[in-house]
């Protein structure tokens, strides 16, 4: 392991980054929250593609909806018809979302609805001017990398889009002091950050709503990330009980097998942009609306309800933070673990004793994130376990695990920790 500490060292961060996961084995099949490798071992996966198999991979009802669909030769694509199964993906989406959002936009992939959610909320307000948060993560093409509040991304690329500022997440006074000019079209923010599973306090998406509707701004989630079940609620949004003006949607989605993505507004919003006589084509893209998104959208929405899968996502999930967060005081190193549901972190810091102090100092001056690196290797290596280095400072292991983890993935993921800190503590 020495030797692969020091490949780590010398290679670039994607190889890192994928040593971290396995490169150098060969994933043959997969099922629900496991994969399988060549010779049949088993790997539980808490990445699930970033977020993607919410329920699992390969899940046999998306299978067979999928399969359905091509086998019913409906006409698929027939621009400017209202295809059966969007009005029906829209509809069931609908259901679950805050009752002030009555519309559905569909496009492929988070990055486009943020895209698109960008221009909605210019062309309603009639500003220019988008708010986004320090150390958020909205996509990277270019007008979603404007809203990218780290630098890393954006460095070379620019010019970005005028007119999108920073303020820093879960910071009020800040954020009144740039709506107040009455000039922001949109504040674009996630309801827990994804980059190293950043919480709001209580009082802020609240408040975040009240300073929109006071300054005349668009409150757009971006819940691409925390959507469908992942934090314990269908939307990480219904934990303080908001209502934005729009919710960006994609990843989970459609339960892994087909690119989607989606924005529910308002009537006023949807309105106002496509009520519009002078021009046929406002915003879309061809391949929206697919059968085969909207099949697997439908598909995987009755999976999460039948499995009760958000509800696995808040008891679990809850519990495996706990667990974790229990084991702080026993480790020096580990600072805490947080989060909501199944969307967890664990934070890494430099223990106060002078030895270990500098042995961090040491490990994070060669190289950003190693020590985190120290957690997920092993993990990977001798528990199956697959996590990821993530956050600002790369001082947390990321979990987003399947939804549909059971209590025996759970023992398995809380002594696996266990062990592998204790390891590193030695
Ligand atoms: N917004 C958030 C909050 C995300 O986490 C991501 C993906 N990590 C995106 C947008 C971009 O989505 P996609 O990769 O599907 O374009």
């Not at 027939?78 to 829209?90: H, N």
């Not at 223990?351 to 997920?376: D, Y």
Request: proline share 4%; charged share 20%.
């Amino acid at each position: 392991d020495k030797f692969d500490l020091h490949e780590q060292y010398l290679n670039n961060q994607m190889v890192r980054v994928l040593k971290t996961i396995g490169y150098d084995r060969h994933y043959q099949s997969a099922r629900g929250q496991y994969l399988y490798d060549q010779n049949g071992v088993e790997y539980l996966d808490l990445l699930s593609g970033f977020g993607v198999f919410a329920i699992g991979r390969n899940h046999p009802t998306v299978v067979a909806a999928l399969t359905e669909t091509l086998n019913l030769e409906l006409p698929n694509l027939v621009q400017l018809d209202v295809s059966l199964l969007s009005g029906l993906l829209a509809k069931e989406l609908l259901k679950t979302t805050p009752d002030n959002l009555t519309k559905m936009f569909f496009c492929n992939s988070g990055t486009e609805a943020v895209e698109a959610a960008i221009k909605f909320a210019r062309y309603t307000t009639k500003r220019e001017k988008i708010l986004y948060c320090e150390h958020a993560y909205h996509g990277l093409t270019m007008g979603a990398l404007s809203l990218n509040g780290e630098h890393v991304f954006r460095e070379g690329f620019g010019p970005l889009l005028p007119s999108c500022s920073a303020v820093p997440f879960n910071d009020l006074a800040v954020l009144e002091n740039a709506l107040s000019t009455r000039d922001i079209a949109a504040f674009i923010v996630e309801p827990i950050q994804g980059k190293g599973v950043n919480l709001p306090s209580d009082d802020y998406l609240p408040e975040v709503q009240r300073l929109c509707k006071q300054y005349g701004t668009l409150f757009v989630a971006d819940e691409v990330q925390t959507g469908l079940g992942r934090t314990g609620k269908f939307w990480a949004v219904e934990h303080w009980n908001v209502q934005p003006d729009m919710i960006c949607m994609a990843k989970a989605l459609s339960g892994g097998f087909v690119p989607v993505g989606g924005v529910a507004m308002t009537d006023k919003i949807m309105d106002t942009v496509y009520n519009r006589m002078d021009r046929a084509v406002v915003h879309g893209s061809t391949f929206s609306k697919n059968n085969m998104a909207m099949a697997a959208g439908l598909a995987t929405l009755h999976v999460l309800r039948e499995e009760k899968l958000v509800e696995n996502s808040a008891t679990l999930g809850n519990q495996i933070i706990a667990e974790l967060n229990a084991l702080a005081p026993q480790y020096e190193f580990l600072k805490e673990a947080r989060g909501k549901g199944m969307m967890i972190a664990i934070e890494f810091h430099a223990p106060k004793s002078l030895t270990l102090k500098a042995a961090w100092t040491m490990l994070e001056t060669a190289n950003k994130g190693l020590f985190c690196q120290m957690i997920t290797i092993p993990l990977f290596k001798e528990h199956h376990i697959l996590t990821q280095v993530a956050g600002h400072g790369m001082n947390v292991v990321k979990l987003l695990p399947p939804l549909n983890l059971t209590d025996k993935d759970r023992q398995h993921i809380v002594t696996s920790f266990d062990k592998t800190i204790a390891d590193t503590h030695k």
